[in-house]
C-alpha cells in the first residue's frame, strides 16, 4: 500500500504536510484523518489507522495541523477554529485533487 507525502495549503497561509496512504487499487472513497490536538500524522496511532483503512480499500489523507509535526505555521497562532478551517482545507485539496473525503477519522 503506497503512502506518500503530499503538501497544501491551510486555513492561516502556510504549507500543511500530509502523507496519502493508498489501497492497491482504486480506492472505494477517500477518508480524512485528524489526529489529536497536540500530535502529529505520524503517530504509531494515526499511521496503523491509515494503513488499516487503506488496506480495506479506503484513501487516507491525514496531515499535521498548522504549527505541528512538518507543517508550516506558528502553533502559537493557532486555535480550535483554525483548527477547523485546516481540516476544510484539507477536505477540499483531496476533493480536488482525488475525490472528497466521504469518512471522517480522528481522536
Not at 477517500?30 to 499511521?47: I, N, P, V
Not at 488496506?55 to 508550516?72: E, H
Not at 502553533?75 to 482525488?98: G, Q
Request: aromatic share 10%; glycine share 12%.
Amino acid at each position: 500500500m503506497p503512502s506518500i507525502r503530499v503538501d497544501f495549503p491551510g486555513s492561516l497561509g502556510a504549507q500543511l504536510a500530509g502523507r496519502l496512504d493508498t489501497p492497491d487499487s482504486a480506492p472505494r472513497a477517500w477518508a480524512l484523518f485528524a489526529h489529536c490536538f497536540t500530535c502529529s500524522k505520524d503517530t504509531k496511532a494515526a499511521a496503523w489507522i491509515a494503513r488499516a483503512l487503506a488496506g480495506a480499500g479506503y484513501g487516507v489523507l491525514r496531515f499535521d495541523f498548522t504549527g505541528l509535526g512538518g507543517s508550516d505555521g506558528d502553533f502559537a497562532h493557532t486555535h480550535f477554529s483554525s483548527n477547523v478551517d485546516d481540516l476544510v482545507a484539507a477536505a477540499d485539496w483531496l476533493a480536488v485533487t482525488h475525490g472528497a473525503p466521504a469518512l471522517m477519522v480522528g481522536h
